[in-house]
């Protein structure tokens, strides 16, 4: 078999001298060699970024765009952030990796302390993993094993407690345990066969409840119609998943407020354990630190991911109790461990990345900065509502969106979303493209002054797109 190895050295990465002939090289080797995950390649338009500064990021070819999606929902502080960058150096002098299979690092240790000091009420224990999904693979697995091997209050283990309770066009990541408790069937439906079953409960949607029912009471409209699924299913119920607040890649969905507090307490009279997926929602993107804090919630599994190192490097954490961690202690003979781990689990570069970016929050106070920014987004969204092509907006803190009407779609055409997302790449914001709808969720460190920016751009392109002005 021929390798770049077998090539005269001449012949391996000809570095062409001109910017426009170096992208063009880097596109065509990108089209050729690079599967890009969630992507239609044979549709791929090639997007090269070089380097990146704040909210913004830089194309091979010289264009600026502002990075509205913060880099699939995990850049916080800005991209090349000095603090950040100076922290993983520092750590790179010292250690990059060492395991955390039987040893520890002290970067990624002092990250337990300040975790389990931040997180909500009784969680302190915290298991590191790589991405979101493991976060959750490793929160369903533990969350399967309490219940093999829990004390019960002295009621010993409960082993017909397997399933697992999840909601409608949920998204927990890809890896096989985290698809089998997603909902969205365009992901998933196909690898039916090899996901497991799940007692799924409807999309507690907060801007879909019918007509006769007051908004006001629309949690308790949703929390009615999981009572009879808890009843009938509580007894073989391992726990129950939920991404508080916002299911973002079911299209930015928000849940009506106090939903999220009925859930804890139909689980805990249930005696079913709660996972809260915070790997989209956490680390101030509602507004506090972690979205269960805005209704009180303590979960069982607090799992994060994404904006965890600032959203530079991989790393994801389970955080639970001590009641959960000590049904797992036991002789080295018992078999009471939890088998699950990964090789770059506890990072000590993404243990630096994050204590670096907690720092961050510390440092500028940004918790406090973030109802302004809020305020000034919203602002931007309730002008977008009035736009003849958008049907209704929708916003919790720095996560907005607006659906578009589909009425006006003509066949042929792209869906509005993409045209709208295309219009914008050109004018100099990146928006993930969605079919009927858009979203934003930029960096936290953007400035009032960037939103409008963004915002201007945005408005723009659903005016060019769709032929219409507000
Ligand atoms: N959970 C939620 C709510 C997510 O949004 C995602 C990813 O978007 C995941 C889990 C999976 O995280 P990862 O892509 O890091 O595996």
Known sequence: ???????????????????????????????????????????????VIERADGIWLETTDGQRLIDAASSMWCNVHGHNHPVIN?????????????????????????????????????????LFSSDGSSAIEVALKAAFQYWQQCDNHG??????????????????????GAASVGGIGRFHSLFQPLLFDVVRAPLPNRDAVPLE??????????????????????????????EPLVQCAAGMVMHPPGFLAGLREL?????????????????????????CEQEGVVPDFLCLGKGLTGGYLPMAVTITNDAI????????????????????????????????????????????????????????????????????????????????????????DQPIGRQVAA?????????RP??????????????LEEIDQMMTIVEQSIEVATGTHR
């Open 1 to 47: 078999m021929a390798t770049g190895m077998d090539k005269p050295v001449d012949e391996v990465d000809p570095q062409p001298a001109d910017t426009h002939a170096l992208n063009d090289q880097l596109t065509d080797w990108d089209r050729e060699h690079f599967w890009h995950s969630f992507t239609q390649m044979q549709d791929y338009q090639p997007l």
């Open 86 to 126: 100076a922290a993983i150096r520092d750590q790179l002098g010292r250690v990059a990796h060492c395991t955390s299979l039987g040893m520890g690092n002290d970067t990624t240790i002092r990250l337990a302390k300040r975790l389990a000091d931040m997180a909500p009420g009784n969680l302190r224990r915290v």
């Open 155 to 176: 009621g010993g283990p409960r082993p017909e407690k397997t399933k697992f309770l999840a909601f409608g066009d949920a998204y927990h990541g890809d890896t096989v």
């Open 213 to 242: 029912v007051n908004p006001a009471d629309a949690a308790a409209y949703y929390l009615e119609q999981l009572e009879p699924l808890f009843a009938e299913h509580a007894h073989e119920l391992a726990a129950v998943v939920i």
């Open 267 to 291: 689980a805990t009279r249930h005696d079913v354990l709660l996972i809260a997926d915070e790997v989209a929602v956490g680390f101030g993107k509602t507004g506090t630190m972690f979205a």
């Open 325 to 412: 961690y000590e049904a797992f202690l036991g002789d080295a003979a018992s078999g009471r461990q939890l088998y699950h781990g990964h090789t770059f689990c506890g990072n000590p570069l993404a243990a630096a990345a994050a204590m670096a970016c907690l720092d961050v929050f510390e440092q500028q106070q940004l918790l406090d900065a973030l109802p302004a920014k809020f305020q000034r987004l919203s602002g931007w969204f309730d002008r977008l509502a009035q736009h003849p092509a958008v049907t209704s907006t929708r916003q919790t803190g720095i996560i907005a969106a607006a659906n578009f009407d589909t009425a006006r779609e003509l066949s042929g």
């Open 423 to 431: 219009e914008a790449l050109r004018r100099g914001v990146w928006l």
């Open 434 to 447: 969605q079919p009927h709808m858009l979203y934003v969720m930029p960096p936290l460190a953007i400035s």
